[in-house]
């Protein structure tokens, strides 16, 4: 009887959404490996990110920077621009959960680049506002709000909140402008 990767990956992904990340995490590994024996590396690298994810939410990011390593060149490899920048954002985040805030920000930058040039706009979006996290943690208030404001700029969902927020933000350049 064979293993179907598709449905452990079902599994997985059930887990993780009930916050059940030991079993979540089991079940990524297991699913990786599957992909990894039909040779699928595309796959077995989508469950090395999905790891990483269910690593970040128990504070394993170690184990989060591990998985992730070499799915960035995976999905290169094969055209999957989306999910490099996903990559990229996933290493960025284990990052900036073992406080190493250079080295965050420095991946944050690079996967808000790839999604911009995918107009992935909502990716963009949340990746800009963890973007902008990392450099408030780093002391630099005023790139922060800049940032936050590109986040708040590239809102698929705005609404009149999210523009005042956005006026709101705009004011202290509007104010140190000479």
């Keep these: 009887m064979s293993v179907d990767p598709a449905e452990i990956a079902e599994k997985a992904l059930h887990a993780y959404k009930q916050e ?3 079993l979540a995490i089991d079940l990524f590994e297991q699913a990786k490996s599957a ?3 039909a040779g ?20 394993r990011y170690t184990a989060a920077l591990e998985v992730l390593n070499g799915t960035f060149d995976v ?16 290493e960025a985040a284990a990052y900036e959960g073992m406080q190493e ?20 706009e909502e990716s ?6 963890a973007l902008s996290r990392v450099r408030l943690r780093q002391g630099r208030a005023m790139e922060a709000v800049s940032t ?14 999210t523009r005042l927020v956005s006026k709101i933000l ?8 000479p």
């Design 35 to 37: 992909y990894s024996i």
């Design 101 to 120: 805030w250079e080295k965050a920000e420095t991946l944050y930058e690079q996967a808000v680049d790839r999604f911009a040039q995918l107009g992935e």
């Design 148 to 161: 936050m404001q590109g986040a708040l700029e590239t809102d698929v969902k705005s609404n009149w909140r």
């Design 40 to 59: 699928d590396p595309v796959k077995a690298a989508e469950m090395a990110n999905n790891l990483s994810v269910a690593f970040s939410q128990i504070d």
């Design 75 to 90: 999905f290169l490899q094969h055209g999957e621009m989306m999910k490099a920048a996903q990559s990229l954002g996933n």
């Design 170 to 177: 705009s004011l202290p350049s509007r104010l140190f402008k």
């Design 124 to 129: 963009q979006h949340y990746t800009l506002q």
């Design 20 to 22: 059940a990340f030991d």
